[in-house]
């Protein structure tokens, strides 16, 4: 970190602890407050008519010339053709691979990006329309759970175990319907699943049947093929 970074890490943290009068909490969390109101608008008015898509997680660090990107974009390209549209947090890497799978077959392609100090920026194959650029993570990952009907996740970093998770809980907590998440790469995800098998469900942090809330494949076919016969159990299709 540069020492800009770091004095700026630590005004944050001395922030926290220092104490301000009502006049400053009203003001300052009154705006909080609309800003996020606004961001929520936004989104409910932009992506409210998509119609059925898919999210794709992955990591904003992956080059073009990685086996993932290539991976994420063959993902994408076939979830158009099976008639979904793809979803995206609008960025580089694995964000940007799926982004442009979806364009590539003139599918439905959003991007839900976030204002980050690095790395994010959105990426050139998302429908102008269909991009949004939040301040707030919270709000950006509602976005996420409420308009998809299934997460594909490819290896990444911290943000993409947050939305995994973030999915996962939501799901086995019955707060959202059980849609498909499907991990993609068994090398990549086989420590953190046999952790989560071997640790949280040993010690009954977790049910037997939670282990079944999500699938891990190792290419793009088996990936859409998992989305499919999610929605041929109940007889549904995308609809565009």
Known sequence: MSNQEIKNAEDKIRLAFKERDWSEIKSADSWVIFKVMSEFVEGFEKLSKIGPCVSIFGSARTP????????????????????????????????????????????????????????QFDNIYIDRDKLMTFDYFFVRKVMFIKYSQGFVVLPGGFGTMDEFFEALTLIQTNKIGKFPIVLVGKDYWTGLVDWIKKTLLSHHYINEEDLELFSVVEDATEAVHVIDEFYNKYLLSPNF
Do not use: C, W
């Not at 994420?72 to 940007?96: F, Q």
């Open 64 to 119: 073009r010339d990685h086996q993932h990107y290539k991976m994420a974009e063959d993902i994408a390209a076939k979830l158009v053709r099976h008639g979904y549209g793809v979803i995206t947090g609008g960025g580089p890497g694995i964000m940007e691979a799926g982004n442009k799978g979806a364009h590539s077959e003139g599918g439905k392609s959003v991007g839900l990006n976030i204002e980050l100090p690095f790395e």
